[in-house]
């Protein structure tokens, strides 16, 4: 959704680099938005402080809302943080592996990153997130930051 795009290049600055493809790993949508879904991923020029999470999803969830037509959301928004480290998702949903951060979010330890590998999964991560593309576009950003 472009009105979307425009909101998160306005709050965050230029997206340097992006990856789009059909979310056909969950059906986990389908009531709420349809089928045929499309994901994407924006990794942004300018790097946002780890403790900005909790402010972004905040802004994610708002964003959401505001684009919802009669109750159902047309977009959901999960902001991530790449660190060289790891890869974690901000969500709003409380599990086992979740970290409370305060104000309604979470921290989703979704990837980690192990030299000679690149970015792992972990028994909970998404599977779209496990698949080799996804995986290829998160090193790719990461040696974008200078950590290759």
Do not use: Q
């Not at 790993?25 to 946002?48: C, I, N, Q, R």
């Amino acid at each position: 959704m472009k009105a979307v795009r425009r909101s998160m290049v306005h709050r965050l600055g230029a997206i340097a680099s992006e990856i789009s493809y059909p979310f056909s790993h969950s059906s986990y949508y389908d009531a709420e938005m349809g089928a045929g879904l499309t994901k994407s991923l924006w990794a942004f020029a300018k790097p946002v402080a780890r403790e900005r999470i909790v402010d972004m999803k905040r802004y994610a969830v708002k964003l959401e809302k505001k684009y919802s037509v009669d109750g159902k959301r047309r977009v959901n928004i999960d902001p991530g943080l790449l660190t060289p480290e790891n890869f974690i998702l901000g969500t709003g949903k409380n599990f086992t592996h979740r970290i409370y951060l305060g104000r309604g979010v979470f921290a989703d330890l979704t990837l980690t990153y192990r030299k000679g590998e690149g970015y792992c999964a972990l028994p909970w991560t998404y599977r779209d997130y496990m698949t080799d593309e996804v995986r290829a576009f998160l090193e790719n950003v990461r040696n974008a930051m200078g950590n290759g």
